[in-house]
């Protein structure tokens, strides 16, 4: 069915998609760009999260059909599934979805990190190289999460967002990775996947590399739930050296860089940017934060080119230094003082960029996960939570404002909370049937 590319946005508006597998950018304007190639983000990036890779497997011929329609509303060229090349029971099922539709193609990655970060993924699909702060759109192209792709279909037919597929390894009796309800909380997800194995456990929600290290008591306390980003709950011991890495304050790294920084710069000659040709150089912003030389603007600066993936904390530095929590320190220090980033630079790909990417056997073993490194099967389960705890706070933007108050009883679907008129954000959807218990400024909490 041919739909116009208002009609689209509007449903996809309404349906309150974000992009489901990364910072939760609100996919209604990422599609009123003028695009030429739309690449469907099933890298896989990080470590031990499965969801991408089972459900293109599961629903290859659906998400095509979907990929085909997008296409025909925003009036691009073409589209291309990425997917890494070892994943071939999905390989498999999209090259027989795609026969016939000459304008759909299949791109195989290397098994690499970060082969799911925008700018390197549209470098390896189009040979093409974003500037300096770019975004892929300055390139024609249009990159979406495989869930994301899912939701817009889901939207296309009117349904909003009310689940999201998780992952659950680690630490666990039973691998999964399970759709549920938005709100669902940490606990039952536990429970799901048999239990935490560890007397002392930490929780990183999203990936190894990139997720954030919930509280302690995140779990027991009930505050912590899953949100439509939620792509990954990691269960670690809680002597486990991530969870260390992850812990130090930015005193204990500042003062540890003090005493251990060489200037060696192996975080600079393996960080993913600086090989795609951008001028980030993070050995440069210890050295500059350490010797309070901060008039050296343009190594400061360079804070809004690091994309946080974590090469240079979690994998290149030989003595666990961290310029990626610099980076972070500095960004937020420079919001403070309303600077925009001035570095837009085309840059070219360095002529080591192939042979220093990241082989994800190699992440594996440095991050010490070895042991968890286990199929997390697809388990297909009808259960709906007493409570779910739904964030207004889960996307790009400022956070939705409640529509509705305590007491009030919702339905599975119905709108409780839009953006402010005019602003950057998106809608927010009750995912079970129940009655309001409790409306904040950050979250609505449902209970049946």
């Given at each position: 069915?041919?739909m116009?590319?208002?009609?689209l946005?509007?449903k996809?508006r309404?349906?309150?998609?974000?992009g489901?597998g990364?910072?939760?950018?609100?996919?209604?304007?990422?599609?009123?760009g003028?695009v030429?190639?739309?690449?469907?983000n099933?890298?896989?990036?990080?470590?031990?999260?499965?969801v991408?890779?089972?459900?293109l497997e599961?629903?290859?011929?659906?998400?095509v059909?979907?990929l085909?329609q997008?296409?025909?509303?925003i009036?691009?060229?073409v589209?291309?599934?990425a997917?890494?090349?070892?994943?071939?029971?999905?390989?498999?099922?999209l090259?027989e979805?795609?026969?016939?539709?000459?304008?759909?193609?299949l791109?195989?990655?290397d098994?690499?990190?970060?082969?799911g970060d925008?700018?390197?993924?549209?470098h390896?699909?189009?040979g093409?190289?974003?500037?300096?702060?770019?975004?892929?759109?300055?390139?024609g192209c249009l990159?979406?999460n495989?869930?994301?792709?899912?939701?817009?279909?889901q939207?296309?037919?009117?349904?909003?967002?009310?689940?999201?597929?998780?992952?659950?390894a680690?630490?666990?009796?039973?691998?999964?990775?399970v759709?549920?309800?938005?709100g669902t909380?940490?606990?039952?997800l536990?429970?799901?996947?048999?239990?935490?194995?560890?007397?002392?456990?930490r929780?990183?929600?999203g990936?190894?590399?990139t997720?954030?290290?919930l509280?302690k008591?995140?779990?027991?306390?009930?505050?912590g739930?899953?949100?439509?980003?939620t792509?990954?709950i990691?269960v670690l011991?809680?002597?486990?050296?991530?969870?260390?890495?992850l812990?130090l304050d930015l005193?204990?790294?500042?003062?540890?860089a003090q005493?251990a920084?060489c200037?060696c710069?192996?975080?600079?000659?393996?960080c993913?940017?600086?090989l795609l040709g951008?001028?980030i150089?993070?050995?440069?912003?210890?050295?500059?934060?350490?010797h309070?030389?901060t008039?050296?603007?343009?190594?400061?600066?360079?804070?809004?080119?690091?994309?946080?993936?974590?090469?240079?904390?979690l994998?290149a530095?030989p003595?666990?230094l961290?310029?990626?929590?610099?980076?972070?320190?500095v960004?937020?220090?420079?919001?403070?003082?309303?600077?925009k980033n001035p570095?837009h630079?085309?840059?070219?790909?360095?002529?080591?960029?192939?042979?220093?990417?990241?082989?994800?056997?190699?992440?594996?073993a440095r991050?010490?996960?070895?042991?968890?490194?286990?199929p997390?099967?697809?388990r297909?389960?009808d259960?709906?939570?007493?409570?779910?705890?739904?964030?207004?706070?889960q996307?790009i933007?400022?956070?939705?404002?409640?529509?509705?108050?305590?007491?009030?009883?919702v339905?599975?679907g119905?709108?409780i909370?839009?953006?402010?008129?005019g602003e950057l954000?998106?809608?927010?959807h009750a995912?079970?049937?129940?009655?309001?218990?409790g409306v904040s400024?950050?979250?609505?909490?449902?209970a049946?």
């Open positions: 069915m041919h116009d590319r208002e009609t946005i509007a996809v309404a349906a309150g998609v974000i489901a990364g910072a939760g950018f609100p996919t209604h304007v990422k599609l009123a003028k030429d190639t739309v690449i469907v099933g890298a896989e990036c990080e470590p031990l999260l499965a991408d890779v089972q459900l599961r629903e290859a011929e659906t998400l059909q979907i085909a997008v296409l025909d509303a009036g691009a060229r589209g291309i599934v997917i890494k090349a070892k994943h071939q029971g999905a390989i498999q099922r090259r979805a795609l026969v016939g539709k000459d304008h759909l193609h791109y195989l990655l098994d690499f990190y970060p082969a925008e700018p390197i993924l549209v390896e699909v189009t093409k190289v974003l500037p300096e702060g770019g975004i892929p759109l300055a390139l990159v979406i495989v869930e994301t792709l899912w939701n817009i279909g939207a296309w037919q009117d349904r909003p967002v009310t689940t999201t597929c998780v992952t659950v680690g630490e666990v009796d039973n691998p999964l990775t759709e549920v309800p938005v909380p940490i606990a039952v536990l429970d799901l996947a048999g239990g935490a194995t560890a007397a002392g456990y929780i990183i929600e990936g190894p590399m997720g954030r290290l509280p008591d995140i779990v027991h306390s009930g505050r739930s899953v949100q439509k980003t792509k990954g990691i011991p809680d002597h486990h050296n991530l969870v260390a890495q812990t005193g204990a790294i500042l003062q540890r005493s920084c200037q710069r192996i975080c600079t000659d393996l993913p940017r600086y951008h001028g150089y993070p050995h440069r912003i210890l050295n500059r934060v350490n309070g030389q008039a050296d603007t343009d190594a400061i600066t360079q804070a809004f080119l690091c994309s946080d993936c974590g090469v240079c904390e994998f530095c003595v666990e961290s310029p990626r929590r610099m980076y972070q320190a960004k937020a220090e420079l919001a403070k003082q309303g600077t570095h630079r085309q840059g070219t790909p360095k002529e080591t960029w192939v042979g220093r990417r990241i082989p994800i056997e190699q992440l594996i991050l010490g996960l070895e042991e968890y490194q286990k997390a099967p697809w297909v389960i259960f709906s939570p007493r409570q779910v705890v739904i964030s207004l706070r996307h933007g400022v956070p939705a404002l409640p529509l509705l108050k305590a007491g009030d009883a339905n599975v119905q709108v909370a839009t953006p402010p008129r954000g998106a809608a927010v995912s079970i049937d129940g009655h309001i218990v400024e950050e979250v609505v909490v449902i049946r």
